[in-house]
């Protein structure tokens, strides 16, 4: 019999092709009459629309949000709130967007209107980030999880396959990770297997240009899925790898994931059988791990370490960090094990 806990966050999804155009009748069901409007730079077209579309219920605006969401924006868009009297902070664009409305939440408490535009799944979760002098501040409250989420997979249309890729496999390691967690269950399995399909079905014709609209959803589709995984599920060595050689090599996040992912993957394979099995039928390959590095070499996204500038003299003390404090994981994590891991991402061979 089955025996879990499934715990999911109170969001409504509105999910198809041109559904931006219900920005105000969402942001009207949450009672929004004085909205405060975040942008990432790539969507400020997006964002005139919506702008045009809220009418007098959008009051203020702010465009250009950045990685890593520094404390100073932040800080900006709350004084906003309080001048203009903000009832709502509607994001749209990437997970920069979203994480300056949640940094707005986490203060104001402010229902989030999100309208993503790439893969990262950060609007489906309850962890916020800020950056903060050379340190980012992350943890999980359940008043930054946003009310209502857009999905429009025709804002997908401009993101070119160099982002599209790695956010793509970066959204695709939040559920390789949730099948094996310690709090797995047959609800995020679930979900976690569909959204590897989906994004593995969707994001080859994303990233050589031929995508149709049905390739543009499943993935979209598959980041929503992923982004949902990650709510809930905890993270394991892929995760903490990432966040101990991103934070203190400061390498590209998204990159980083998609290379490091495969080699997590395939520390894990003995220790975690069914998660296998799982991504494996889900990739539609022989091995999950194999099947992940051949996905990413297929939609040109990166697979070595070492062309992100990393010097090869670091990957002993990234091994000592990483192995200080370990997240849960199915395999025993063991500095010569992760050491070798990182030597083989290094040098990206392919899992075998
Ligand atoms: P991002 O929002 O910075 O976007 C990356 C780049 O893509 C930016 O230059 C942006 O302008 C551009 N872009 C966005 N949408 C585009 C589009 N449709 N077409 C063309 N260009 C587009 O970052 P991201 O990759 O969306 O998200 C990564 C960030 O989100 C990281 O900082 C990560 O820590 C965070 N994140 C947070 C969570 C969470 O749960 N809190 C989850 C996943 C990721």
Not at 29 to 46: D, E, M, N, Y
Not at 64 to 76: E, L, R
Not at 122 to 129: A, F, H, P, V, Y
Not at 322 to 344: F, I, M, S
Request: glycine residues 10%.
């Amino acid at each position: 019999m089955f025996d879990f806990t499934y715990q999911a966050f109170d969001a409504r999804i509105v999910f198809g092709s041109g559904k931006i155009s219900e920005i105000a009748t969402e942001v009207d069901r949450l009672g929004g009459k004085a909205a405060l409007l975040v942008s990432t730079g790539s969507q400020r077209a997006v964002a005139d629309a919506a702008l045009v579309a809220l009418g007098k219920n959008c009051v203020a605006r702010i465009d250009g949000a950045v990685m890593h969401v520094p404390c100073a924006d932040v800080q900006k868009a709350v004084a906003l709130t309080q001048q203009y009297k903000c009832d709502c902070v509607v994001a749209i664009g990437g997970g920069s967007a979203v994480g300056v409305a949640k940094g707005v939440a986490l203060e104001t408490e402010l229902p989030i209107i999100a309208v993503p535009s790439t893969y990262a799944g950060s609007e489906m979760t309850d962890i916020w980030g800020i950056s903060k002098g050379d340190g980012k501040i992350t943890g999980r409250d359940k008043r930054v999880v946003p009310k209502c989420v857009i999905y429009d997979p025709d804002l997908t249309r401009g993101l070119p396959a160099r982002i599209a890729g790695p956010s793509g496999i970066n959204a695709m390691a939040h559920s390789v990770e949730a099948l094996y967690a310690q709090n797995r269950n047959p609800v995020l399995s679930m979900i976690a297997e569909g959204g590897i399909r989906a994004l593995a079905s969707g994001l080859p014709a994303v990233c050589d240009g031929t995508a149709d609209d049905e390739a543009r959803g499943q993935a979209v589709y598959g980041a929503f899925m992923c982004g949902l995984a990650l709510a809930t599920a905890t993270m394991g060595i892929h995760h903490k790898l990432c966040h101990v050689i991103g934070g203190t090599f400061q390498l590209p996040h998204a990159e980083t994931h998609t290379i490091l992912l495969p080699h997590a993957t395939h520390y894990n394979r003995d220790a975690a059988p069914d998660a296998m099995t799982a991504i494996a039928r889900a990739l539609d390959a022989e091995s999950a791990a194999g099947g992940i590095f051949d996905l990413a070499t297929r939609i040109g996204a990166p697979t070595v370490l070492r062309d992100l500038g990393l010097d090869e003299k670091n990957l002993d003390r990234a091994a000592d960090i990483a192995t200080e404090a370990p997240y849960y994981n199915p395999q025993t994590v063991d500095r010569e094990g992760v050491r070798a891991l990182l030597d083989n991402a290094f040098h990206g061979r392919r899992p075998a």
